[in-house]
């Protein structure tokens, strides 16, 4: 499966933005989804992931309350939306399939990555 993701820039703190993720082929539903973001010189780190049906959901304890998961396995799109967003939000956000019947949180875990896209929130 090929992901691109999507709806990064810039944003002043307190802004929202959502990121999409896209998903070629017909296998969609099969995976379960996850969001990462990585900052220069620190581990890939994940922040929300979702499973198969979108039932199930999981936040990072630095993004909970802001952060939202969702996916419409019609499109083939995960989404993230991110409210409230802070300077310390600021990383290059990656989107990753995960052929797993259960949510992961290593990074290593996942099979399939995106291109990533840089969100920037400034203070």
């Known amino acids: 499966v090929q992901l691109q993701a999507s709806g990064g820039g810039l944003v002043q703190a307190g802004g929202s933005l959502r990121l999409s993720c896209t998903a070629s082929?017909?296998?969609?539903?099969?995976?379960?989804m996850g969001w990462f973001r990585q900052v220069p010189g620190k581990e890939r780190e994940i922040v929300a992931a979702?499973?198969?049906?979108?039932?199930?959901?999981y936040y990072a304890d630095s993004v909970k309350g802001r952060f939202t998961i969702s996916r419409d396995n019609a499109r083939n799109t995960v989404y993230l939306r991110m409210n409230s967003l802070k300077s310390e939000d600021t990383a290059v956000y990656y989107c990753?399939?995960?052929?797993?019947?259960?949510?992961?949180?290593?990074?290593?875990?996942?099979?399939?990555w995106g291109q990533g896209t840089q969100v920037t929130v400034s203070s």
């Open positions: 990753a399939a995960d052929l797993s019947s259960i949510i992961r949180y290593g990074s290593n875990a996942y099979d399939y």
């Open positions: 979702i499973n198969r049906r979108g039932v199930d959901t």
């Open positions: 082929g017909r296998t969609f539903s099969s995976y379960v």
